[in-house]
T-cell receptor, first 112, second 112 residues
């Protein structure tokens, strides 16, 4: 059974700092891995999708990597801004492509 | 292209009533997923549907919950005889190809 874990659960940094969010999964036979952002009381915004054949994806100040052999993914945020404050969720798509298995998220606070 | 639409955004029901949650996928998307986010818990997969078919309902409670995605119209998640433990945020996602999932804003159900 696939389990997804995210550490840390919460992170506070000053504006401008580069940071890394970690995600680990137990079953390396994942299909894809997706990173989301969730603002309080809101829905989920897809940030990056890494397909199982890929090692990383980049969008603006965000870079996500995937290492299936070690069961890990990282989300790197460069030059953090207060507007980046949100909860970041990692989710692995099972082989059947039928369900996303979510971690509990990392709540990021960036102070100005 | 409008995003995934869910209505209502907020729903209040008394114990024992029925709750109907609607989800209109993005144009061209034939795959619909429902997830539930309980207070202080992560997002949990409930059910995956394609037009007129339930593909994976492994996350659905065995009683009182049902889902459909008719040939015409939105997908419906139906909860009969609601109890306080059903209070949660219910999210719908859609996908064109079972890869990247796009989420709606959610329906926040409160059972009094």
């Amino acid at each position: 059974k696939q389990e997804v874990t995210q550490i840390p659960a919460a992170l506070s940094v000053p504006e401008g700092e580069n940071l890394v969010l970690n995600c680990s999964f137990t079953d390396s036979a994942i299909y894809n891995l997706q990173w989301f952002r969730q603002d309080p009381g809101k829905g989920l915004t897809s940030l990056l999708l890494i397909q199982s054949s890929q090692r990383e994806q980049t969008s603006g100040r965000l870079n996500a990597s995937l290492d299936k052999s070690s069961g890990r993914s990282t989300l790197y945020i460069a030059a953090s801004q207060p507007g980046d404050s949100a909860t970041y969720l990692c989710a692995a798509i099972n082989q059947a492509g039928t369900a996303l298995i979510f971690g509990k998220g990392t709540t990021l606070s960036v102070s100005s | 292209n409008a995003g995934v639409m869910q209505n209502p955004r907020h729903l209040v029901r008394r114990r024992g009533q029925e709750a109907r949650l609607r989800c209109s996928p993005m144009k061209g998307h034939s795959h619909v997923y429902w997830y539930r986010q309980l207070p202080e818990e992560g997002l949990k997969f409930m059910v995956y549907l394609q037009k007129e078919n339930i593909i994976d309902e492994s996350g659905m409670p065995k009683e009182r919950f049902s889902a459909e995605f008719p040939k015409e119209g939105p997908s419906i998640l139906r909860i009969q005889q609601v109890v306080r433990g059903d209070s949660a945020a219910y999210f719908c996602a859609s996908s064109p190809d079972r890869h990247e999932q796009y989420f709606g804003p959610g329906t926040r159900l409160t059972v009094t």
